[in-house]
């Protein structure tokens, strides 16, 4: 079993920063790849970046590609997200996500990102 644990949201006025982080406990997740995700009110959970074990690959969603920065430090079994140039259709809640056997398989409980206009 993992547990994570998602910090550093909150409300940002439009072109701000956030820096999210995601902290696992219960075993070792420097051999997985991890994900972040997020949820607005009324769609569906989109990915928004991904990253390898070796950080060697990475992913972004189309929407937050040249803003968002995923990284990974796996001597403290945690996982970041860099959010800049924050706009409002960022505002969702952001999940933090460990892939076992190529499926996503635990999850954080979420951070709320609220991006004012």
């Known amino acids: 079993q993992v547990q994570l644990v998602e910090s550093g949201g909150g409300l940002v006025q439009a072109g701000g920063s956030l820096r999210l982080s995601c902290a696992a406990s219960?075993?070792?997740?420097?051999?997985?790849?991890m994900g972040w995700f997020r949820q607005a009110p009324g769609k569906e959970r989109e990915v928004v970046a991904q990253?390898?074990?070796?950080?060697?690959?990475?992913y972004y969603a189309n929407s937050v590609k040249g803003r968002f920065t995923i990284s990974r430090d796996n001597a403290k079994n945690t996982v970041y997200l860099q959010m800049n140039s924050l706009k409002p259709e960022d505002t969702a809640v952001y999940y933090c996500?460990?892939?076992?056997?190529?499926?996503?398989?635990?999850w954080g409980q979420g951070t709320q990102v609220t991006v004012s206009s």
């Open positions: 219960g075993r070792t997740v420097s051999s997985s790849t």
């Open positions: 990253i390898t074990r070796s950080a060697g690959v990475t």
């Open positions: 996500a460990v892939a076992t056997d190529g499926r996503y398989e635990f």
